[in-house]
């Protein structure tokens, strides 16, 4: 069923720029060649011809103007040219707060807007920004607007651990897939979906989906051309399934789009990054940290290079640097499962660090005086993880999950598995912030 989510036609934005009365529009025009030129490939023509429509035909602002911003947006929040693409969106909110009728208006630019809050690294604003925009889509009839949301929602959830309601929008991708509305970026939505699995089951669990997505051409350009992390993504999940030939179709078609589209810096750094990690060159992959735009795909590029170093005996040093890099960058981007990954990485070179990344919403956690861990360790047996799965996520060993769940056991006074997910769904549900564990 995940596998209709590869499908390709035009951006759910234009279904809102079709209120234009003109069958001649020149901003419509402009924009769906912007579009054109953007799944071709050529991502700094695609730029310029969304720019242009942006600026077009000002006479007709409320109809046509407004979502060609909105798509000269995304653009630019695509190639994380974000302080342009907030200037640009913060000119659609004053549109729409002119306009008589801006429901689907008002939701695409939320659903932007949470993009780019989410590349920021603020994945509540990111999640909250979601929210509202599908309940906006929903009102004004545009579902087709709902994948890109649902999208966002899940990555968030993922970004910070919850499986639990990443499996939910998962799931709702899912029936947009059932419903035919994954019209628009259908590779990020079965992207969000594979990550979810590989974390959940590791690479074998999402390997349908990932081949599908390489071997695409389609569906491989256009993920490229979005996600900076996905590259080196790719790589990283073709190597761990054994093809060595899908991971080097991905470096290839990374390095393919960069040098179509010199002056991208996101978009080379993503080529440097797959193609270091191919080619295991730690100092091509650390140029590529330091170039990456992106909060998060900098921060895998640092914890790529420093797992290459700890392989060498004579740079372990150099390699703790480099993973302590990755550690801050995952905070900075609100993914705590992800840190404490490079955490238990850096446990193993022989380092204790002090600032110990946490799960999103623990602080505070009440239920049976349950620590951080504890709280995570339960959230995880309620959603039917085996310990070993468990010690997995956390990154501890299965036995380390058995003496924490005896425990959790004793503080919650329950007396088996069972009685432990009721237990905790029934205060997870009265405390929502309970289960925001990974």
Not at 179 to 187: A, C, H, Q, Y
Not at 270 to 298: K, N, Y
Not at 307 to 320: F, G, K, N, P
Request: proline share 3%; aromatic share 4%; charged share 25%.
């Amino acid at each position: 069923m995940l596998d209709s989510l590869i499908r390709l036609q035009t951006p759910p934005v234009f279904s809102v720029m079709r209120t234009c009365e003109s069958d001649s529009c020149e901003t419509v025009r402009l924009s769906e060649l912007s579009f054109s030129a953007w799944s071709r490939g050529e991502l700094v023509e695609a730029i310029r011809l969304a720019a242009v429509a942006a600026r077009t035909n000002p006479a007709c602002a409320d109809n046509c103007v407004g979502p060609a911003m909105v798509w000269y947006s995304v653009l630019l929040v695509r190639v994380r040219e974000l302080a342009s693409g907030a200037r640009v969106l913060a000119g659609v909110e004053e549109l729409t707060a002119r306009a008589e009728e801006t429901g689907g208006l008002v939701a695409a630019s939320l659903i932007c807007a949470a993009e780019l809050a989410f590349t920021r690294g603020d994945v509540d604003s990111a999640a909250d920004l979601a929210g509202r925009g599908v309940h906006r889509a929903q009102q004004a009839d545009l579902n087709s607007l709902l994948p890109d949301a649902h999208t966002m929602l899940a990555l968030s959830a993922l970004r910070q651990g919850n499986m639990s309601v990443s499996l939910d929008f998962v799931d709702q991708l899912r029936q947009d897939a059932l419903l035919g509305r994954t019209v628009d970026r259908p590779s990020q939505c079965a992207w969000a979906a594979a990550q979810f699995l590989e974390v959940q089951g590791g690479a074998k669990s999402a390997a349908h989906l990932i081949a599908g997505i390489i071997t695409d051409d389609q569906l491989i350009l256009e993920l490229l051309a979005s996600q900076p992390a996905a590259a080196a993504w790719l790589v990283r999940t073709a190597r761990k399934l054994g093809d060595e030939s899908l991971a080097e179709r991905v470096a290839s078609e990374a390095a393919g789009l960069a040098a179509r589209n010199r002056g991208l810096r996101s978009i080379e750094a993503a080529a440097v990054h797959a193609d270091g990690l191919l080619e295991e060159d730690p100092e091509r992959v650390i140029a590529a940290a330091e170039a990456h735009l992106d909060l998060w795909a900098g921060a895998s590029a640092y914890e790529d290079a420093g797992t290459l170093l700890s392989e060498l005996d004579q740079e372990r040093d150099r390699a703790v640097e480099i993973l302590e890099r990755a550690v801050d960058g995952y905070a900075r981007s609100a993914a705590p499962r992800d840190a404490r990954r490079v955490v238990s990485k850096l446990r193993s070179l022989g380092v204790r660090r002090g600032r110990y990344p946490q799960y999103a919403g623990q602080d505070g956690v009440s239920a049976g005086s349950l620590t951080v861990t504890e709280a995570a360790v339960a959230e995880l047996v309620s959603q039917g993880f085996t310990n070993s799965q468990v010690g997995e996520h956390l990154f501890i060993s299965g036995h380390t999950v058995a003496f924490h769940l005896k425990k959790i056991f004793r503080k919650m006074n329950v007396a088996s598995r069972v009685e432990l997910t009721r237990t905790w769904s029934r205060i997870s549900s009265a405390a929502p912030e309970l289960a925001q564990v990974g």
